[in-house]
């Protein structure tokens, strides 16, 4: 079956780095991605990864390990404005994206 | 600008009452897909769509139908809508070669009474 989990809610402080994780376990896999989504906004892309490693992309990174059904987003530097929803994806070998339920991060000065 | 658009973006409706949300995009994708997302329950995904002509159901595609008769264009219908169908929906496209971002629309929060 299809699952992907990550926690609820984070907060943290702005400066600070914050870790949020994802482990998902899929029919099929070509590749997990991350999206940030402002309350009330659509979704909008932050990084995919297909291979194991670290992708890094500014203050945003992103890592998977395919073995372990694991991935997980570093922002660091936190903004206030980094205050939002974080969304996982897996999208399987037909396009189609399942999405985990998201992590929503509140940011406090 | 390459953006996906949607309309309505706010609609409040009674039982029974047929709508259509529609949904464009101007970057000649070819895959297009509908979702809907609710408290505690993330995004699903309804219909998708690899091409012209061609659809499919998706997680959720109870109670709605979709056509794609364009390229750019991706209808969301919802014959007879019931109050378990307001929601926040959301149209995306992408190529479909694989490995390629989705780009969301505005959203359109619906509510049935």
């Known amino acids: 079956g299809q699952n992907i989990d990550q926690p609820t809610e984070m907060t943290a402080t702005e400066g600070a780095i914050v870790q949020i994780n994802c482990t998902y376990q899929?029919?099929?896999?070509?590749?997990l991605f991350w999206y940030q989504q402002h309350a009330g906004e659509a979704p909008t892309f932050l990084s995919y990864?297909?291979?194991?490693g670290l992708e890094e992309k500014g203050r945003f990174s992103s890592f998977l390990s395919r073995s372990k059904g694991y991935s997980y987003l570093l922002l660091k530097e936190l903004q206030m404005k980094d205050s939002a929803s974080y969304l996982c994806a897996v999208q399987e070998v037909t396009d189609k994206l399942i999405f985990g339920t998201g992590t929503r991060l509140q940011v406090f000065p | 600008e390459a953006q996906v658009t949607q309309n309505p973006r706010y609609l409040i409706t009674v039982t029974g009452k047929k709508l259509t949300v529609t949904c464009s995009q101007n970057?000649?994708?070819?895959?297009m897909s509908w979702y809907r997302q609710d408290p505690g329950l993330g995004l699903r995904q309804i219909y998708y769509?690899?091409?012209?002509?061609?659809?499919d159901k998706g997680d959720v595609p109870e109670g709605y139908k979709v056509s794609r008769k364009e390229k750019r264009n991706f209808p969301l219908i919802l014959e007879s809508p019931s109050p378990n169908q307001t929601s926040l929906y959301f149209c995306a496209s992408s190529t479909g070669q694989g490995l390629d971002e989705q780009y969301f629309g505005p959203g359109t929060r619906l509510t049935v009474t």
């Open positions: 970057m000649n994708h070819e895959y």
């Open positions: 899929t029919s099929g896999f070509n590749g």
């Open positions: 990864n297909v291979l194991d």
């Open positions: 769509s690899m091409n012209v002509e061609v659809t």
